[in-house]
Antibody, heavy 119, light 111 residues
Framework: QVQLVESGGGLVKPGGSLRLSCGAS????????MSWVRQAPGKGLEWISY????????YYADSVRGRFTISRDNAKNSLHLQMNSLRAEDTAVYYC????????????WGQGTLVTVSS | QSALTQPASVSGSPGQSITISCTGT?????????VSWYQQHPGKAPKLMIY???TRPSGVSNRFSGSKSGNTASLTISGLQAEDEADYYC???????????FGGGTKLTVL
């Protein structure tokens, strides 16, 4: 079945870096656009980044642009999020999700990985 | 503060129908047919319930329906069931700097 599994979360100090990964299985990963969405503890969802099938088109939310970098490795069916200059407000569960097409919806989502930014 | 506004909470009894609204501040909802809705149970990942304003993904109950009028989208759940109790988020494509906006979420309580 279609499955997305995130990894790489953890505790990091303000100003630090972290690289998240998302492994995909059960579908042709290279045929789908992908997104990262995060959810701060007890808060709502926030879309943060999107990447096209080839990686040639990338978008970021204003809140992470210039600090986060999305990438993908179609040969390894994996999606990544490099997060630099982390701030306390980046603390959240980070989800990867498959785009159904042109930012029209996200399905399915992974189980999420928690990133905590604290000294 | 979210760019899409949802009521913080709604409630209904089993068998009843409820509607959750989602209002945009600009042309996001009114300008495009890219509104989606997600259901999230506590501690779980969100699940897509509606996309393209009115379309249900395969496997989603037909008790869930979507619509929009002007800059407000709505999710209606008919025949409420206990398992429907969850948080619901609307989302829309936007031409602003952030291309995808989410609402703040609505907590549905089944009485």
């Amino acid at each position: 079945q279609v499955q997305l599994v995130e990894s790489g979360g953890g505790l990091v100090k303000p100003g630090g870096s972290l690289r998240l990964s998302c492994g995909a299985s059960g579908f042709s990963f290279s045929d789908y656009y992908m997104s990262w969405v995060r959810q701060a503890p007890g808060k709502g969802l926030e879309w943060i980044s999107y990447i096209s099938t080839s990686g040639s088109t990338i978008y970021y939310a204003d809140s992470v642009r210039g600090r986060f970098t999305i990438s993908r490795d179609n040969a390894k069916n994996s999606l990544h999020l490099q997060m630099n200059s982390l701030r306390a407000e980046d603390t959240a569960v980070y989800y990867c999700a498959r785009d159904i097409g042109m930012l029209r919806g996200l399905d399915p989502w992974g189980q999420g990985t928690l990133v905590t930014v604290s000294s | 503060q979210s760019a899409l506004t949802q009521p913080a909470s709604v409630s209904g009894s089993p068998g009843q129908s409820i509607t959750i609204s989602c209002t945009g501040t600009g042309g996001e909802i009114g300008g495009f047919f890219y509104v989606s809705w997600y259901q999230q149970h506590p501690g779980k990942a969100p699940k897509l319930m509606i996309y393209d304003v009115t379309t249900r993904p395969s496997g989603v109950s037909n008790r869930f329906s979507g619509s929009k009028s002007g800059n407000t989208a709505s999710l209606t759940i008919s025949g409420l069931q206990a398992e429907d109790e969850a948080d619901y988020y609307c989302s829309s494509y936007s031409t602003s700097g952030t291309l995808v906006l989410f609402g703040g979420g609505t907590k549905l309580t089944v009485l």
